[in-house]
């Protein structure tokens, strides 16, 4: 079948309206009526082709949020009529060790990505959330619940769990002092996630106009990055700092924050690499590590937290004509916190 979407047809090139085929339903497909497609960094990065070779022409958006209007012959999971969604990937091999422990991000076989990526015969391209549908077995779908709003529930298909699997990994709740790195789509994510599972939260931001926002969404504190006293003031203090900006930091500034036995976990990926000095982590037998989203049973349990909790993420809703001024804007950190694609308006 055809769909509207718009796209990229070659690196860089500005998003335009265009048509996509999408395939037809097998027994355990599902097809969404997209309703909303969260605009991420990452579709900038990779449309513009900064994180290496990609597919042309492209269809980006990860975060995808709408109706089930059709379902193959065996499905179990879904029905006509359910709110559905769609992450970061829509196939994995289902065999390797990763898979079978519902870690299917971390899938060493073949991991279909929704775009930018190739489906599970390895040769047909995936197109991903700027479109009005997509088809994708029903094992690799999250069912939204009925009291979480489409819109805001989108961005949670990856700012939510970027932020939400990390802090889940590392036992984040009441009694641990928590770090968040930045209040953007991400960040703001993981002020809210982290305040809901009752840590003591602290954004650690270079700007100081942030804090009222940063307070609003559930910190506890403040902590100006650019203020050299009050950085020496907070050494030690921290059980888990989570950085959620992708440019390069002074790691060993922020190793300083944390507790013996501390963990800085990255979630915002620069494109150059980043320098540590080994004393730094040494010295309270600290650790750097990193995550990457979450499972498809990781991804429910999000969604489930954040629906109980009451809420979504922080958006500014867009006609699918303005895609590329808000690629700008999200260049320029001018968005609180996420922009969402009305398909709608495609």
Same mark, same amino acid.
């Not at 999408?22 to 097998?26: F, H, Q």
């Not at 209007?69 to 065996?74: I, L, Q, R, T």
């Given at each position: 079948m055809e769909t509207k979407a718009y796209a990229a047809a070659t690196p860089g090139a500005p998003l335009e309206a265009t048509t996509i085929e @999408? @395939?037809?339903?097998?027994p355990h497909d599902i097809l969404i009526d997209t309703k909303f497609a969260g605009i991420c960094h990452s579709d900038i990065h990779q449309a513009r082709e900064e994180w290496g070779q990609a597919i042309f022409p492209m269809v980006p958006g990860h975060e995808i949020a709408g109706v089930v209007? *059709? +379902?193959?012959?065996? +499905?179990?999971k879904f029905? +006509?009529?359910d709110h559905a969604g769609v992450g970061?990937? +829509?196939d994995s091999c289902r065999e390797c060790e990763n898979c079978e422990q519902g870690l299917e991000q971390y899938c060493t076989g073949h991991l279909s990505v929704t775009y930018n990526g190739r489906e599970a015969d390895k040769e047909t391209p995936t197109y991903g959330g700027y479109s009005q549908a997509i088809v994708v077995d029903e094992?690799? *779908?999250l069912h939204i619940p009925g009291n979480l709003a489409l819109d805001i529930a989108a961005p949670l298909l990856c700012a939510g769990i970027t932020l939400y699997s990390p802090l889940r990994q590392w036992g984040a709740g009441p009694?641990?002092?928590v770090g968040i790195v930045g209040l953007g789509g991400l960040g703001h994510m993981g002020v809210k996630i982290a305040h809901a599972m009752g840590a003591d939260v602290t954004l650690i931001s270079h700007s100081a106009h942030k804090e009222a926002d940063a307070r609003a969404l559930g910190a506890t504190n403040f902590l100006l990055s650019s203020d050299k006293g009050q950085m020496k003031a907070a050494r030690y203090t921290f059980d888990l700092i989570i950085n959620t900006v992708a440019v390069n930091i002074d790691v060993d500034q922020y190793l300083s924050l944390l507790k013996l036995d501390g963990t800085l976990v990255m979630v915002g990926i620069p494109t150059e690499p980043l320098s540590i000095r080994t004393f730094s982590m040494a010295m309270a037998r600290r650790r750097v590590a990193a995550s990457n989203i979450g499972g498809i049973a990781e991804t429910q349990e999000m969604l489930d937290f954040c629906a109980e909790h009451g809420f979504g993420a922080d958006i500014e809703i867009i006609d699918a004509k303005d895609i590329n001024t808000a690629w700008e804007r999200v260049i320029n950190s001018d968005v609180k916190y996420r922009f969402v694609i009305d398909t709608a308006s495609m």
């Open positions: @999408r @395939r037809d339903l097998g209007s *059709a +379902v193959g012959s065996e +499905v179990k029905e +006509v009529g970061c990937f +829509v094992n690799y *779908a009694g641990m002092k």
